[in-house]
């Protein structure tokens, strides 16, 4: 079967995993991050910049990787009080982009969890199973984004490949 959908593989971008708790996390980096998502596995964005909220005092940034720098710079994970974790993770995952009118399709061969919309809303982003890996979920335009472990990056191009072959 042939699949209306575009796969951009192997995308960059700049990733902070961010633990603590949120009047901590807030008041490190008001300067920087408006606000949080507030309701579990949903994330919101901030221009080119998206906060996950992805597990109790756990949220991931995610910005475009020509931003690592200057994130780097101006949150100051180094300075971080104690109750306040700021890791710069990008080199660990690599995100892929599924876009166009059969994106859900791709992903139901790929992931087990209902990704129907009144299910996984436009604001929703959780960790699942993504070709049997661990995988960082979202909706994304008309279609949807995911990571996985760089490592698995190349297998992971491999079988969305296979997914579009007649």
Not at 2 to 7: D, L, P, Q, R, T
Request: aromatic content about 12%; glycine content about 6%; proline content about 5%.
């Amino acid at each position: 079967m042939a699949y209306n959908v575009k796969i951009y593989p192997r995308i960059l971008n700049t990733i902070f995993d961010i633990k603590g708790s949120i009047s901590d996390v807030r008041a490190h980096l008001k300067d920087h991050i408006y606000s949080f998502p507030t309701k579990p596995n949903s994330y919101i964005s901030q221009g080119d910049w998206k906060v996950f909220y992805v597990g109790l005092n756990h949220w991931i940034l995610m910005a475009p990787i020509d931003d690592e720098q200057e994130l780097t710079v101006s949150l100051k994970p180094e300075d971080a009080p104690a109750s306040v974790s700021i890791v710069l993770i990008s080199d660990t995952l690599t995100f892929f982009h599924l876009d166009g009118p059969d994106a859900f399709s791709i992903m139901s061969i790929a992931c087990p969890l209902n990704l129907n919309n009144d299910a996984f809303t436009e604001e929703s982003v959780t960790f699942s199973e993504i070709f049997g890996l661990k995988g960082l979920i979202f909706r994304d335009g008309h279609g949807f984004k995911f990571a996985v472990d760089q490592s698995f990056g190349e297998m992971v191009s491999q079988y969305l490949n296979l997914t579009l072959a007649d």
